[in-house]
Nanobody, 127 residues
Framework: QVQLVESGGGLVQAGGSLRLSCAAS????????MGWFRQAPGKEREFVAA????????YYADFVKGRFTVSRDNNKNTVYLQMNSLKPEDTAIYIC????????????????????WGQGTQVTVSS
């Protein structure tokens, strides 16, 4: 069982930055791939970014490439999402997820078929 707790959300002006954190419990954190998803009001949950269990490879949705960076610190059991050049359309609840038994196929990460999910943290970008 992996428990995930997100933090770092808040209100920011367009063009600004936020850094989200996802703290995971358990000693097996380093064996899980980690993903970030978001869900805006009235919209379906969508993939944002992911990182492999060893941090070697990252994956990004097209709409955040060049603006967002996902990273992890396995010693701290924490995954980060650095968000720069934020836009009003980035406003959403950002949710952290963990997945075991992953490969290096991109399809294994962009799916929402993850094993554990956090409660989410609200990000609001004003214009």
């Amino acid at each position: 069982q992996v428990q995930l707790v997100e933090s770092g959300g808040g209100l920011v002006q367009a063009g600004g930055s936020l850094r989200l954190s996802c703290a995971a419990s358990g000693r097996t954190f380093s064996t899980y791939a980690m993903g970030w998803f978001r869900q805006a009001p009235g919209k379906e949950r969508e993939f944002v970014a992911a990182i492999t269990w060893n941090g070697v490879t990252t994956y990004y949705a097209d709409f955040v490439k060049g603006r967002f960076t996902v990273s992890r610190d396995n010693n701290k059991n924490t995954v980060y999402l650095q968000m720069n050049s934020l836009k009003p359309e980035d406003t959403a609840i950002y949710i952290c997820a963990a997945k075991g038994r992953t490969s290096y196929s991109v399809s294994d990460y962009i799916t929402d078929d993850y094993d554990f999910w956090g409660q989410g943290t609200q990000v609001t970008v004003s214009s």
